[in-house]
């Protein structure tokens, strides 16, 4: 069975530039969660998109933004890049069904912010 | 806030010798627990998992844990390490009564095992 997949591996952007980052959860998982873990302040929620919709959001500013497709994949967008951005951007995935709320990590992709 | 705090950041054993490392949380409420780790070049991995019933759960590769209510504390453990072992382990936290898709985690404690 195939895990989470994400891409880029890595993302190189200057200050001000958009990144979009991309996610596929695992076969059957129909939520999709992201983690920033920059050096220093270990893995940060950001986001939970579950059936298409966000249900939940860490505290991050608007500029961090995503979205889910139909078969459940993910976007997540970080506008107006900073240098404090650079990090490595986790991807998860879990079945949503009540008491099952295991996550499931993708590779990461690092994020570098010029 | 709820935070999930690691005693230990940087731990370093002899193979064969038992581990302990600690992981306490703040949050008065219903929990579910969980360890991951990171082998070197590889992506977060479950280790094990606390949602309810028996207090001592098993996960893979020998590692167990154990459940504290009183003390908020979910600390792993393994007899006798091997030099595969080494990695970074994180502990993390999230709501039980209610799923609000946000994992809590720990700063991480890495491991190295001496051969």
């Known amino acids: 069975e195939a895990g989470v997949t994400q891409s880029p591996t890595h993302l190189i952007k200057t200050r001000g530039q958009q990144a979009t980052l991309r996610c596929s959860p695992i076969?059957?998982?129909?939520?999709v969660y992201w983690y920033q873990q920059a050096l220093g302040l270990g893995l940060q929620f950001l986001l939970w998109?579950?059936?298409?919709?966000?249900?939940n959001r860490g505290n991050f500013p608007p500029r961090f933004s995503g979205r889910q497709f139909p078969n459940y994949s993910s976007e997540l967008n970080v506008n107006a890049l900073e240098l404090e951005d650079s990090a490595l951007y986790l991807c998860?995935?879990?079945?949503?069904?009540?008491?099952?709320?295991?996550?499931?990590f993708g590779p990461g992709t690092r994020l570098t912010v010029t | 806030a709820q935070s999930v705090s690691q005693h230990n950041h940087h731990v370093i054993l002899s193979e064969a010798a038992s581990l302990e490392l600690g992981c306490n949380y703040s949050?008065?409420?219903?929990?579910?627990l969980f360890w991951y780790v990171q082998y070197p070049g590889q992506h977060l991995q479950l280790l094990l998992k606390?949602?309810?019933?028996?207090?001592l759960v098993k996960g893979i590769k020998g590692f167990e844990a154990e459940f504290i209510k009183s003390k908020f504390s979910f600390n792993l453990r393994k007899p006798s390490v091997q030099w595969s072992d080494t990695a970074e382990y994180f502990c993390a936290v999230n709501h039980g009564s209610s799923n609000t898709g946000k994992l809590i985690f720990g700063q991480g404690t890495t491991l190295q095992v001496k051969p």
């Open positions: 606390y949602f309810s019933g028996d207090p």
């Open positions: 998860a995935s879990s079945l949503t069904i009540a008491g099952s709320y295991e996550q499931y």
């Open positions: 076969s059957g998982h129909t939520s």
């Open positions: 998109y579950d059936e298409g919709e966000e249900r």
């Open positions: 949050y008065g409420g219903t929990v579910n």
